[in-house]
């Protein structure tokens, strides 16, 4: 089993940056890619970053150049660094693996952004 928990979600204005932050537990987080997700309110749930074992990234067209997803293996913990962010950056933020066809989730973190 994996347990994905994230923090670090909260209240910014546009411009600024926050720091998200998912701690896995379980030893297949050492052998799978993490992805971020966001949803906003009516919307379907969209990847916004990934990241492999070994270091390898994906953003999506939306984030890239804002956004830096990272890992530190010593923690069991990745993270999504915001920066320059949004309005339209605000949604919920899920930290997300997955292990053969089982797929696993964090509880969700709240990211506001106001103008």
């Known amino acids: 089993q994996v347990q994905l928990v994230e923090s670090g979600g909260g209240l910014v204005q546009a411009g600024g940056s926050l720091r998200l932050s998912c701690v896995a537990s379980g030893s297949s987080f050492r052998i799978l890619a993490v992805d971020w997700y966001r949803q906003a309110p009516g919307k379907q749930r969209d990847m916004v970053a990934s990241i492999t074992l070994r270091g390898f990234t994906n953003y999506a067209d939306s984030v890239k150049g804002r956004f830096t997803i990272s890992r530190d293996g010593a923690k069991n913990t990745v993270y999504l660094q915001m920066n320059s962010l949004k309005p339209e950056d605000t949604a919920v933020y899920y930290c997300?693996?997955?292990?053969?066809?089982?797929?696993?989730w964090g509880q969700g973190t709240q990211v506001t952004v106001s103008s």
């Open positions: 997300h693996t997955n292990v053969g066809p089982i797929d696993y």
